[in-house]
């Protein structure tokens, strides 16, 4: 008997499908084994390794992994199981995967690699014909990948902990660094005022042009930016609209047709499914690979994770087919070739429907079904003709004012690929004008609000980045690869350096301290451990371990001597300055004792120029000064408190009493201090306080009900409640109660006949 590993139980489902119940199909849950994180071996940035070789750290088990594979090993034997193959996810991290697990499950005959693009029966069969080994170039690429995150993880976020800050990494800081930087370009931004003057004549949108370039009086932005259709002139603009709204006319000077073509997209790569779902939908990176990642495991797409463009010839063959059948064969195209940039991992196809015959699978969920049909359109599109525009420009005068008023309109003349979008896009204009524009035609004003329209405004600062404009430019510069670009934003948003704000990343003022003021201690000369083309030369280099074109453990000799030169240059500067902890528990100290005192001490120094070192001579000083007192509490403490007392709708005075104070002045600082103790307090409230569940808990609670055959109000009604919105959330709410009750009322499946 043969059993198949794979990471997921919902890919192993699929596959079991395939395979019969002959072959064991079981799941790995992901890593099984990874670097040590506790114990002595665990607290290892670094592990010494002889030359030419990588070093052997012990690795250790992953949560829950150990029970878990003893159960498959156990099956194994029972089921006397002869050849293992291991099918992890076709890249880096599958690899890796699949090492460990070779290693674990040696005690069997025969140990296999298998790996496909796309869980289909063809591919599997495909796939245990070809059975081979574990590539050992891809898993010394992930070890290297691991030795670099764990040292710069462990040793470089240990050093940032002097400003109270989390962590820093290896491409979680360089991606940070773009956040920062636009923040930076924001609050510098100088805003130009300019009027502008707007009119729509027949759906056509025309505006003033005021200045020539070589005009001295054209509108300039603050940076030298010339734009014709602005103007410095509020006396201009206010003429215009007051000529147009009394003509409520445009008369046609000239107007010209010209035609062009818009080429198909390539079909998607990881970086461009997520730039496109961000933008159509406003998805995040994270919500579409969890999508993507159940499209995958089903069997209905290809791996989600990749840089590729291209495609298999029989998956081309029969988009033809399917184009050919749904609009004929003259909307057959070339199908489009792109190039392949150094910086992009080819392994496996584009993202692609496994099936481009089936439009959109039958039982998926809303958001499921979007995203597939998006993949799909993308990949059949691909496959077809140019679509056919024509663009016509006009330009226009009213009577009484000099300037022109210049307009544009586009109407599709064949639609060619764009025929796959139809069910996505709303269709657009497919006929020119009518009437016909042409020269000395009178174009009367459409009958609507603010037409025309007179624009006082300043320009404003650039945007923020989306959560997807971010993962384009990671992917232009070259840092991180598809399995990395959503995971670094998560971390960025987990560990509190950026927010996201009504779809835009705000760098918070944690993640700009993190960018400005530390991870400058990391420049020496030209050397910058978190410049983007330092990480992208990284990125690359990993990318040749793969290939076998560059020897792993020279690569990462190379980094630890980079990495060791530039964090000892780090630590030396460090003892320059006083950190922010340092600083902020001198100025708390201080506020214990007199001005007259605290002047005695300093003897006139700045303590914020003294060194690290003569900085903890003060701070002892200051702690034997102010020997017996009690320290005042951190901002952040006082912050969290007054959040906790308003979630919790208590007065200030009612929350003091709980530490028989009476008032936040007089609250004390410290581990044993009364803010500590009130924020334990409130806390405690807070979690007693009933919440509303959760919308996971409400959609659970209805399934169930509908499967004990229970309406809302009889469902309820176990809980003394009378409607689902009634109910509490948390683990001792009601709705946590009524899914223990229903679980038990509900029908239970029939046990598998043996």
Known sequence: ??????????????IQKYLGKNVLVRASNGHVQDLPNSG???????????????????????????????????????????????????????????????????????????????????????????????????VDAAKVRRFMDRLIGYRASRFSRSWNLSSMGRVQTPALGFVVKKEHE??????????????????????????????????????????????????LASEGSLLLTKNRTLKVSKSSIKSYQRSPKAPFTTDTLLQTAGSRYSWKPSNTMRLAQGLYEAGHITYMRTDSTRTSSSSRDVA?????EKWGSEQVGKGVVYAKKASDQDAHEAIRPTNPSVELPSGLESSQAKLYRLIWSRFIGSQMINS??????????TE????????????????????????????????????????????????????????????????????????????????????????????????????????????????????????????????????TNFTSEMELDLDKIETGSRAAAEVWDNFVTYFRELHDNALKKKKEFPTKRQIQYYERLASLISSDKLEEILQGNDPLKYNSEKMGDLIDSLMKETEGLSLP???????????????????????????????????????????????????????????????????????????????????????????FSELSGGRGGTASKLIAILQKKAPKKAPKKK
């Not at 639609?415 to 996505?424: C, S």
């Open 633 to 723: 509490p951190t901002a952040k403490q006082v912050s969290y408190i007054k959040s906790l007392a308003e979630n919790l709708e208590m007065t200030e005075s009612k929350a003091c009493e709980l530490v028989s104070i009476a008032s936040f002045d007089e609250l004390s600082g410290g581990k044993s201090g009364t803010a500590s103790n009130l924020i334990g307090k409130l806390k405690d409230l807070s979690d007693s306080k009933p919440r509303p569940p959760s919308v996971k808990q409400i959609n659970f609670v209805k399934n169930l009900a509908n499967k004990a055959d229970l309406d809302e109000e009889s469902a309820c009604k176990l809980v003394e409640t009378s409607a």
């Open 320 to 324: 033809k087919e399917k184009i050919t």
């Open 40 to 138: 002595k071996e665990g607290s290892k940035a670094v592990w010494p390794n002889k030359k030419s070789q990588l070093p052997e750290p012990s690795w250790s088990w992953t949560p829950r992994s150990e029970n878990h594979i003893k159960r498959i090993l156990s099956d194994s034997r029972r089921k006397k199981v002869e050849r293992v193959l291991i099918a992890t996810d076709p890249d880096r991290e599958g690899e890796f995967i699949a090492w460990r697990l070779a290693e674990l499950f040696s005690e069997f005959r025969e140990i296999k690699r298998i790996t496909f693009n796309e869980i289909t029966k063809d591919a599997i069969r495909k796939a245990l014909d070809s059975a081979g080994n574990v590539d050992s170039n891809l």
């Open 400 to 531: 009484g004012f000099s300037k022109i008023f210049d307009g544009d309109t586009k109407w599709r003349t064949e639609p060619g690929w764009e025929l796959a979008f139809e069910k996505i896009d709303k269709k657009p204009s497919t006929s020119p004008p009518n009437p016909e524009i042409k020269e000395n035609v009178i174009l009367n004003l459409d009958d609507k609000e603010n037409n025309p329209n007179l624009i006082e405004d300043e320009t404003k600062p650039p945007a923020r980045y989306t959560q997807h404009g971010l993962v384009a430019l990671m992917k232009s510069e070259g840092i991180g690869r598809p399995s990395t670009y959503a995971a670094t934003i998560k971390k960025l948003l987990d560990r509190k350096y950026c927010n996201d704000t009504k779809g835009r990343l705000k760098a918070t003022s944690n993640g700009i301290m993190l960018w400005d003021e530390v991870s400058p201690f990391y420049k020496q000369d030209n050397k910058d451990l978190f410049s």
């Open 186 to 235: 924001i609050a510098n931004f100088v805003s130009t005022p300019y009027w502008a003057l707007q009119a729509t004549a027949q759906k056509i949108d025309f505006r003033a042009k005021f200045h020539e370039k070589n005009d001295e009086d054209a509108w300039r932005d603050s940076k030298g930016k010339f734009d014709s259709h602005r103007t410095n002139s509020s006396d």
């Open 1 to 14: 008997m043969d059993l198949v590993i794979v990471e997921s139980g919902a890919k192993a489902k699929t």
């Open 388 to 397: 056919q525009w024509s663009s016509m420009k006009i330009e226009a005068l």
